[in-house]
Antibody, heavy 120, light 110 residues
Framework: QVQLQESGPGLVKPSETLSLTCTVS????????WSWIRQPPGKGLEWIGF???????NYNPSLKSRVTISVDTSKNQFSLKLTSVIAADTAVYYC???????????????WGQGTLVTVS | QSALTQPASVSGSPGQSITISCTGT?????????VSWYQQHPGKAPKLIIY???KWPSGVSNRFSGSKSGNTASLTISGLQAEDEADYYCSSYTTSSTSVFGTGTHVTVV
């Protein structure tokens, strides 16, 4: 079955750019939507944004000015860049497949195991 | 966009049924039948347990059930078991073509 694995630096300095990659195995990245979601320590989930197999994107309005999500179909990967990070961006970052229902992005399954990124 | 509102905690005894609410607006929960629910145990990734308000993913127990009325969706756990102790989150598609999560509910089996 499809599995997702996040990778990237676990420590980022304030004002720098957080960069993460999600590698999809066991299936093709094509024909699906893919999302990034984060969870600050001890807090709830926050949707960051999605990218479609064709490269169209949409982002959480509260992060839109700092977020870019891209896809590399040749490597079966998609990536997250978050610029000008601050301590509040410290979180576990998850990637997930974003299924569509009635042509609209609906639910997240499966999820990667998550990777903790600390801004300090 | 504002997070969907869930109770911070719900508790129940083994064998009982509990219900978790997820309140949004006419721009999200009330506008689409695109509400999903996730179970998260400590230190683990969230797991999908209900999608499109009422549907079960393969392999998920039918002790979990979902419903929706107006701007509020609900998750009911029947026959509560110790393994159900976890955090639960709802999520909805929105009219801005974004997704939003609920504030999360911790379920305690007492």
């Amino acid at each position: 079955q499809v599995q997702l694995q996040e990778s990237g630096p676990g420590l980022v300095k304030p004002s720098e750019t957080l960069s993460l990659t999600c590698t999809v195995s066991g299936g093709s990245i094509s024909s699906y939507y893919w999302s990034w979601i984060r969870q600050p320590p001890g807090k709830g989930l926050e949707w960051i944004g999605f990218i479609s197999y064709s490269g169209s994107t949409n982002y959480n309005p509260s992060l839109k000015s700092r977020v870019t999500i891209s896809v590399d179909t040749s490597k079966n990967q998609f990536s997250l860049k978050l610029t000008s990070v601050i301590a509040a961006d410290t979180a576990v970052y998850y990637c997930a497949r974003h299924h569509r229902s009635n042509w609209n992005p609906s639910y997240f399954d499966p999820w990667g195991q998550g990777t903790l990124v600390t801004v300090s | 966009q504002s997070a969907l509102t869930q109770p911070a905690s719900v508790s129940g005894s083994p064998g009982q049924s509990i219900t978790i609410s997820c309140t949004g607006t006419s721009s999200d929960v009330g506008n689409y039948n695109l509400v999903s629910w996730y179970q998260q145990h400590p230190g683990k990734a969230p797991k999908l347990i209900i999608y499109d308000v009422t549907k079960w993913p393969s392999g998920v127990s039918n002790r979990f059930s979902g419903s929706k009325s107006g701007n509020t969706a609900s998750l009911t756990i029947s026959g509560l078991q110790a393994e159900d102790e976890a955090d639960y989150y709802c999520s909805s598609y929105t009219t801005s073509s974004t997704s939003v999560f609920g504030t999360g509910t911790h379920v305690t089996v007492v």
